[in-house]
Nanobody, 116 residues
């Protein structure tokens, strides 16, 4: 079955960097667009970045553009989110996501806390 497993979230100081990973299995990873979402306490889950099949056609929401970079390694079935210049408002649970057929699939999420 489809599985998405995020890792890499932790507590980091403002201005710091983190790299999140999402290991995918159970589907032809290289043939599907992948995305990162985040959900802060009391707020909706929103897309922040997505990437096409071959590290092309990346999309970023305005709040993270220029600071975050999404990439993928199709040989490892893994999508990454490099996060630089982190701010307290980046604190959230981060989820990776893909869409297969009519279904959305999500990982369990990884907590990122930006605080001094």
């Amino acid at each position: 079955q489809v599985q998405l497993v995020e890792s890499g979230g932790t507590l980091v100081q403002p201005g710091g960097s983190l790299r999140l990973s999402c290991a995918a299995s159970g589907f032809a990873f290289s043939q599907y667009r992948m995305a990162w979402y985040r959900q802060a306490p009391g707020k909706e889950r929103n897309v922040i970045a997505s990437i096409g099949l071959n590290n092309n056609i990346a999309y970023y929401t305005a709040a993270v553009k220029g600071r975050f970079t999404i990439s993928r390694d199709n040989a490892k079935n893994t999508v990454y989110l490099q996060m630089n210049s982190l701010k307290p408002e980046d604190t959230a649970v981060y989820y990776c996501q893909t869409h297969l057929g009519r279904d959305n699939y999500w990982g369990q999420g990884t907590q990122v806390t930006v605080s001094s």
